[in-house]
């Protein structure tokens, strides 16, 4: 299904680049997440966002902005890329009720030079 | 601090052979664990939740709060299970604590 949607799927860039990952989905969700995943680290917390005027730091947000443009847009913002942001980069939402499961999108495979 | 730990990186069975993979959480309070999915090519998807005690695909998952363990098990393991899990914990805010992931390679 694509009702969480990333884009773009796959970026090469240059150290110094900014760069905006895009995320939209169609599940009529309030929360949002942005998260990387690593070989041997798992998917680690970069922001999320619990409606449209929130936006809270994970637990690796230096270097990153958000944006939540609207309840369906939520967009991540590498300022100057440098290498070591070079990873795997997944949207996830979920239901606004309690602790629910989350929906991930397909990732967006970040490459910087 | 929360926290999750999955030991293995990688677990091979055959074709047949029962799994378990194993979590270990750390937090204060009351958890809900969950088990995610990440089939080869596919976009990572929930398994299964604590709160439900169900099984899905043949796989379950026991919250043992003494031991701080979620462990993920199935008794007969099927080619198709082959994938990358990862259990996550949620401490209340809503948010998720992922583990690392464990890759499970089931060989016929």
């Known amino acids: 299904d694509a009702d969480v949607t990333q884009t773009p799927r796959n970026r090469i860039t240059k150290t110094g680049k900014r760069i905006m990952l895009e995320c939209s989905q169609t599940?009529?969700?309030?929360?949002m997440y942005w998260y990387r995943q690593d070989p041997g680290l798992g998917l680690r917390l970069i922001y999320y966002?619990?409606?449209?005027?929130?936006?809270n730091k994970g637990e690796i947000s230096d270097g990153y902005s958000v944006s939540r443009q609207a309840q369906a847009k939520f967009s991540l913002s590498l300022e100057s890329a440098i290498p070591n942001q070079t990873a795997l980069y997944f949207c996830?939402?979920?239901?606004?009720?309690?602790?629910?499961?989350?929906?991930f999108g397909d990732g967006t495979r970040l490459s910087i030079l | 601090a929360q926290r999750v730990t999955q030991p293995e990186k990688l677990l091979s069975v055959f074709k047949g052979a029962p799994v378990e993979l194993k979590c270990n959480y750390s937090?204060?309070?009351?958890?809900?664990l969950f088990w995610y999915v990440q089939y080869s090519r596919q976009r990572l998807q929930l398994l299964l939740r604590?709160?439900s005690r169900e099984s899905i695909k043949g796989f379950t998952a026991d919250l043992n709060k003494g031991e701080t363990s979620f462990h993920l098990k199935k008794p007969f393991a099927q080619e198709e299970d082959s994938a990358m899990y990862y259990c996550?914990?949620?401490?209340?805010?809503?948010?998720?604590?992922f583990g690392s992931g464990t890759r499970l390679l089931v060989r016929p």
């Open positions: 966002s619990f409606d449209v005027k929130d936006i």
């Open positions: 996830a939402t979920s239901d606004g009720q309690g602790t629910q499961p989350q929906h």
């Open positions: 996550a914990l949620s401490g209340g805010s809503y948010k998720l604590i």
């Open positions: 604590h709160i």
């Open positions: 937090y204060s309070g009351s958890p809900e």
């Open positions: 599940k009529g969700h309030d929360r």
